[in-house]
Nanobody, 124 residues
Framework: QVQLVESGGGLVQPGGSLRLSCAAS????????IGWFRQAPGKEREGVSC????????RYVDSVKGRFTISRDNAKNTVSLQMNNLKPEDTAVYYC?????????????????WGQGTQVTVSS
């Protein structure tokens, strides 16, 4: 069964950190571009970060640059999103997505596989 499973979400205070993980099963992530998206209540799904398969090129939306880091571990077949200095506006359900492609994009429709999402809540 081909699927993506996110983990690592939770409740954290402003300024805190979380590490999200996206684990793939049933397929090898080596040849897939991976994107992290988030969706807050009442808002559209937003691309946060992505990593290309070809050369590991990493991209970030401006609001998370310098705070979030995406990385892939092909041996573990996972992609992680380290989130530091979290802010209340980072609160959302975070999804990972995959597409068999070299380059990654922030367009949700570009991706063919999606995880179920993990909730991140930043609040004091």
């Amino acid at each position: 069964q081909v699927q993506l499973v996110e983990s690592g979400g939770g409740l954290v205070q402003p300024g805190g950190s979380l590490r999200l993980s996206c684990a793939a099963s049933g397929f090898n992530l080596d040849h897939y571009a991976i994107g992290w998206f988030r969706q807050a209540p009442g808002k559209e799904r937003e691309g946060v970060s992505c990593i290309s398969s070809r050369d590991g090129d990493r991209r970030y939306v401006d609001s998370v640059k310098g705070r979030f880091t995406i990385s892939r571990d092909n041996a573990k077949n996972t992609v992680s999103l380290q989130m530091n200095n979290l802010k209340p506006e980072d609160t959302a359900v975070y999804y990972c997505a995959s597409v068999r492609s070299g380059r990654c994009h922030f367009v949700a429709g570009f991706y063919t596989g999606w995880g179920q999402g993990t909730q991140v809540t930043v609040s004091s």
